[in-house]
């Protein structure tokens, strides 16, 4: 069985169990799929997040493209953790060594509420948990630059 994040043109969202893609692809062929909250029929697959999995014996349908061929499962993890960090970058605003301080504001809401990375010592890292914002360490591999 897999799962798939699913949204019909209202924008709900909801998960469908399958024995297979080809299996959806079926279903929706056959207009057998409907909204569960306002029975539209035009459902539509949702890419959901990757799911970083190393101990998995295969990564699921979905996630699976064609630099995974024949890879071990360290190595897709590798890639999709790569994936999700370009996702993070792409997304979020550098503030380099004002991280704190840009943190701190937008947490006291004196800042507009966004995505923000960059640089924290060890002691600036503490005093931010310390004080409740929250900020996550994400390593990165030597080739990736956070600023
Ligand atoms: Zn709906």
Redesign the pocket.
Known sequence: MIVFDLQ?????RFEGWFGSAREFASQKKRGLLS??????GAIERVLSAPRINVGAAAPSPQAKTPEMEGKDPFAIAQILYSRMLDEIFTRSEDVGKAFPEEARKIFYEQAPARAIRGQASEEEHDALVDEGVPVARIPVPPRRQLN
Request: glycine share 28%; proline share 18%.
């Open positions: 019909c043109p209202g924008g709900h909204c569960p909250n306002c029975g539209n």
